[in-house]
């Protein structure tokens, strides 16, 4: 432990010697991890041989598994507070390096088991009935099988994959180390760089000068090179494209959609209904323009806030029983455990110099998850414990109730419970709050957070879409192309009270999201679905509780979809996506009064 965390009274730090009492101990564990890869590695050729080695390989798969996830865990997050401590780093390379080495050691793993049968699996399950743990799994595993080619076609296109990886790969060095971003004036005359580290901050400014220069700065420099960064998009889809033809699919976003097994009606559901419901967005920028006093809205007016931060701060334990009282509705055994996590110490609390920033929670199997903050007391941090204590909750419900295979939660399921829970904060200081100032202000954090997590990224969603499907009719790429399929959509969705200046049209140059295809569209799912669970909770809709409480516990054991359904939510139908719109929408009328 460096010396700055020493600093800190221990009860707001967490505690790791949960688990591993001393090094030593995290040590033996790690060679266990060895002992047990080993072990699997004698499995090669034989996983399917027979129902006990089939039973054997699964388990010691699980035990392996669970054991490095525990100790990657622990080195992991000890290096998060003490990165400047060389022994924390060198954990934390150990780790890795032994990651590596065992996924090496196991490559045989997933080809062998796909050797496995329908017919066969059943028959082994007759034999051992505890295989039927493993049908889901399985189930899964057949599906993906129909994509999956010979051993010798699976070889050439590994190496393909690894050199379609580049296209990124030359993204990232450009954005980061290569454009070379304009120095502007900022807001007291000092020089400022306009490069994307400070791109959100100043979006925030109230200095409209100063937004504007330095939005059209950074995207005017993306813009210089847009030839180079459409061959660089241009190749990364194409790749997508070849990959998704190879295997089968009839399209990227089939492949994409597939990994998590949604169904493409789920994505055309969310863009459909958008479409139908832009007037509401429309409203937000119509009523922003005019409290701005503006003549017309520019994408650098979009994030200014339109009500002044009421400065409130608050100190760790009142952010505690406010995310207490806020999500008491969530019933006893919920609150307990949330406050078994503050007293026995799962979570970090404050920054420190070496901490790592933002914030992240942690489920480890056979152990209780983590959580880390860097709270420095604003409105927002309290709205951080309360998202992250979500991920926490449903980590912690699903490890317990689930046996490991079916313990995890996919990314289409992952934002449900931490959004849930920010709802219920949001609902709750509404409700408690008597100052008019305080209300308009936690309205207008609501507006911006639909704005940017459901309309902004549903915008993505369409763009990436028709772009894919331009490159799979084998229309060219050109930065024109681009460009004006940008600044159409943009147009549509946000109408006649916003200007789209050129360098708007290059916004999407900048988009990491877009190097894995068909992902930003679950920003946009996952808000829906939390806000209409959240609803139900609040209006007492029959089973409503229940039926959620039964989510957080179900981790990955079905289908993502079908774990929402019996949440109480259908992301196949429009109604989730309506319902956030009208929630928008009744937001906006009561932030206008
Ligand atoms: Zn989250």
């Not at 790429?477 to 946000?494: G, N, Q, S």
């Amino acid at each position: 432990m460096n010396k700055q965390q020493h600093n800190i009274p221990l009860q707001y730090t967490w505690d790791l010697s949960f688990l591993y009492p001393t090094v030593t101990d995290w040590e033996s564990d790690l060679k266990i991890i060895e002992k047990t890869a080993a072990e699997l590695a004698a499995k090669k050729g034989i996983i399917t041989s027979s129902a006990q080695d089939l039973w054997q390989t699964l388990n010691l798969m699980d035990k392996l598994e669970i054991l490095f996830e525990r100790a990657a865990s622990y080195a992991k997050m000890n290096f998060d507070v003490n990165m400047a401590d060389s022994a924390a780093k060198s954990n934390y390379e150990i780790i890795y390096n032994l990651s590596t080495k065992v996924s090496t050691q196991l490559a045989f793993y997933e080809p062998g088991l796909i050797q496995m049968t329908p017919t066969l699996l059943q028959q082994y399950q007759q034999e051992i009935p505890e295989l039927t743990t493993y049908s889901f799994m399985f189930e899964k595993l057949f599906k993906e099988k129909n994509h999956i080619l010979s051993t010798q076609e699976e070889e050439i296109i590994t190496r393909m994959d690894s050199l379609g990886g580049t296209f990124e790969q030359i993204f990232d060095q450009l954005s980061v180390n290569d454009l070379n971003f304009p120095e502007i004036k900022g807001e007291n005359g000092e020089i400022l760089q306009a490069n994307e580290t400070n791109y959100r901050k100043a979006l925030n400014s109230y200095n409209r000068e100063l937004r504007k220069a330095y939005f059209k700065s950074l995207l005017g420099t993306y813009g210089a090179h847009r030839n180079s960064l459409t061959t660089i998009a241009a190749g990364n889809i194409k790749h997508k494209v070849f990959q998704a033809q190879i295997r089968k699919y009839s399209s990227t976003r089939e492949q994409a959609l597939a990994k998590n097994h949604i169904p493409l009606a789920v994505y055309d559901n969310l863009i459909n209904t958008v479409h139908h419901n832009v007037h509401q967005l429309q409203d937000y920028l119509k009523l922003r323009k005019k409290m701005l006093a503006y003549d017309t809205l520019h994408f650098y007016d979009l994030f200014v806030p339109l009500s002044k931060d009421i400065n409130k701060t608050y100190t760790y334990e009142e952010a505690q029983d406010i995310v207490l009282n806020a999500l008491s509705l969530l019933g006893n055994d919920y609150i307990l455990v949330l406050k078994q996590a503050f007293r026995e110490r799962w979570i970090d609390v404050y920054p420190q110099k070496g901490k790592t920033s933002g914030a992240y929670a942690n489920g480890i199997y056979d152990a209780h998850p983590y959580a880390l903050l860097n709270f420095t007391g604003t409105l927002d941090d309290v709205f951080t414990i309360a998202h992250e204590l979500g991920h926490v909750m449903h980590s912690y419900y699903s490890n317990k109730q689930q046996p490991y295979i079916l313990s995890n939660y996919v990314i289409f399921t992952a934002e449900v419970a931490s959004t849930v829970n920010e709802y219920l904060l949001y609902q709750y200081l509404l409700q408690q709050t008597t100052n008019n100032q305080e209300k308009k202000y936690l309205l207008s954090m609501h507006l911006d957070s639909i704005r940017s997590t459901f309309y902004r990224q549903t915008f993505f969603a369409d763009f990436e879409m028709q772009i894919h499907q331009m490159a799979e009719k084998d229309i060219p790429l050109t930065p024109e192309l681009f460009c004006h399929t940008y600044r159409d959509l943009y147009a549509y969705y946000h109408g006649p009270d916003f200007t789209i200046d050129e360098e708007l049209t290059f916004e999407w140059m900048r988009i990491p999201h877009y190097f894995s295809p068909f992902y930003v569209y679950q920003y946009a799912t996952g808000i829906s679905a939390a806000i209409t669970l959240a609803q139900g909770i609040l209006q007492q809709k029959p089973s409503a509780l229940k039926n959620y409480l039964y989510f957080l516990t179900a981790g990955g054991s079905d289908y993502p979809l079908a774990l929402l359904k019996n949440a109480g939510v259908d992301m196949s139908t429009s109604e989730p996506i309506i319902t956030t719109i009208q929630d928008f929408s009744a937001t906006l009328s009561l932030f206008a009064t």
